[in-house]
Nanobody, 124 residues
Framework: QVQLVESGGGLVQAGGSLSVSCAASGRTSSIYRMGWFRQAPGKEREFVAAISWSGTATYYADSVKGRFTLSRDNAKNTMYLQMNSLKPEDTAVYYC?????????????????WGQGTQVTVSS
């Protein structure tokens, strides 16, 4: 089992920046890839970004490419999402997820573990 705990988030004005992090514990050796998804009120949960746990490959949704940066610190078993140039449409609950194999990328059903989520609100 892997446990994921998100932190960060909060309220920021449009154009501002926020950072969220996700700390993994438990059987972290089983993690192949970690990702961020978000869910706005009344909408489906959607892919934001993902990173390979042992490599350097990162993947981003088109809507956040160039504004969000994903990184990880394996020594701390922590993944970070730096969000710049935030827009009101970025407002959502952001969820951290971990997958055990290479199929875990854009589809949320391929991830095995989920955090509880953290709220990000961008005011206009």
């Amino acid at each position: 089992q892997v446990q994921l705990v998100e932190s960060g988030g909060g309220l920021v004005q449009a154009g501002g920046s926020l950072s969220v992090s996700c700390a993994a514990s438990g059987r972290t050796s089983s993690i192949y890839r970690m990702g961020w998804f978000r869910q706005a009120p009344g909408k489906e949960r959607e892919f934001v970004a993902a990173i390979s746990w042992s490599g350097t490959a990162t993947y981003y949704a088109d809507s956040v490419k160039g504004r969000f940066t994903l990184s990880r610190d394996n020594a701390k078993n922590t993944m970070y999402l730096q969000m710049n140039s935030l827009k009101p449409e970025d407002t959502a609950v952001y969820y951290c997820a971990a997958g055990r194999d290479f199929t875990a990328l854009y589809g949320l059903s391929r991830y095995d573990y989920w955090g509880q989520g953290t709220q990000v609100t961008v005011s206009s």
